[in-house]
């Protein structure tokens, strides 16, 4: 099977570009390295992560250059996308509406318009649990009207859903939309909590941990596992010939006293916590309802948070860093 995969050298797009070519499948990857965080730790990692299997075709694309994708899409012929690319993150959206709206609208309607161009058999699109937005009561059901957004980061990911039904009703072309909940594992995002916790706890340092909400309600993060959402979206692309929409999470809504627990076990490391009000742009608690995966791709994540986080602490200390032993380039976002 021939698929292409959007932001591919992310950090789960790696994964599932692994766990593609092992299986047998040819892959190629579209993605830009751009500079939301450290663009020499993403090659790194497509390196890595990498090594061991057959390379993928790789092309240094952007894909809101639609003449450029359109090259590549005219040269890959591909039967399968998995549309991953974006700029992700709900903090600094807020300050940069354009650029989202720009990398993760106008992108993603330049990748469906080139796999409708090309009949590809299915899509599968990275949606977020932050759709979920504002009025919408824990566990999040793929049926919630979902009209609320409270970060350009979530709206951005909410019109490309609704893109999406719109290729699928006009044009009949197969899009599944995955809504992930707060994704870790090594090689992972430097800018999520997860990471940012773990560094410093590591380091000693104190942590201002968002365990209560303005309004007194305690926080709970869904997080899931990589390599159960890599699963996720292989089952997907492997199951769909329709549109939906499904929710791809851990169904363990973790609250933040037991996510630094799980990480200081995983360190072996005490952490010093002080406590920060929530912002008003994050979700109070996220919570996967995964009946609706369990049902069409027969999805069941496997990885607790205490287990995650021994992973995640190993890859830390064992091989992060010592391939950057000054740590990473900040990001200027
Ligand atoms: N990690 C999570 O917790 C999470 C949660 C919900 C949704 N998502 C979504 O899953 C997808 C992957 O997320 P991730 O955490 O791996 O992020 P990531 O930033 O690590 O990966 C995205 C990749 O896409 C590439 N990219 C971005 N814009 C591009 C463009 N215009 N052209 C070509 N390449 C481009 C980046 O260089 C990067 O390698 C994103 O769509 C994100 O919004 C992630």
Not at 44 to 71: M, Q, S
Not at 90 to 95: G, I
Not at 182 to 197: I, L, N
């Amino acid at each position: 099977m021939k698929v292409l995969v959007t932001g591919g050298a992310g950090s789960i797009g790696v994964h599932v570009v692994r766990a593609l070519i092992e299986r047998g499948d040819e892959v190629s990857v579209v993605d830009n390295f751009n500079d939301f965080y450290d663009p020499q730790f993403k090659r790194v990692r497509f390196e890595k992560v990498l090594t061991g299997v057959k390379a993928p075709k790789l092309y240094e694309v952007d894909i809101t250059d639609n003449a450029k994708l359109g090259d590549v899409f005219d040269e890959v012929k591909p039967e399968k996308v998995i549309h991953l690319a974006a700029w992700a993150s709900v903090r600094p959206s807020v300050e940069n509406p354009l650029l989202y709206t720009q990398q993760n609208v106008d992108g993603t309607v330049n990748v469906f318009e080139h796999s409708k161009r090309l009949a590809v058999k299915n899509v599968v699109f990275a949606s977020s649990s932050s759709v979920y937005g504002r009025g919408i009561t824990p566990p999040y059901r793929e049926t919630s009207a979902c009209d609320q957004p409270i970060a350009p980061y979530a709206a951005s990911k909410r019109a490309g859903e609704l893109y999406a039904w719109m290729y699928n009703y006009l044009h009949g072309l197969p899009i599944i939309c995955l809504r992930f909940f707060t994704v870790y594992g090594p090689w992972m995002r430097p800018d999520m909590a997860t990471w940012k916790f773990t560094e410093r706890i590591f380091q000693g340092k104190e942590v201002s941990v968002n365990r209560f909400a303005a309004d007194g309600s305690v926080v709970k993060r869904d997080f899931t596992f990589v390599s159960d959402i890599a699963n996720g979206i292989i089952a997907a692309l492997d199951k769909n010939k329709g549109f939906d929409i499904v929710n791809l999470g851990n169904n363990d809504p973790v609250a933040l006293d037991r996510f630094v627990a799980a990480i200081e076990k995983g360190l072996g490391v005490s952490a010093k916590v002080t406590d920060k009000i929530l912002a008003p742009e994050e979700a109070i608690v996220t919570a996967a309802d995964l009946g609706h995966a369990q049902q069409v791709l027969g999805y069941t994540p496997t990885v607790s948070i205490e287990e995650g986080q021994q992973y995640f602490s190993a890859w830390y200390k064992n091989e992060y860093l010592k391939l950057f032993p000054g740590g990473l380039t900040p990001s200027k976002y």
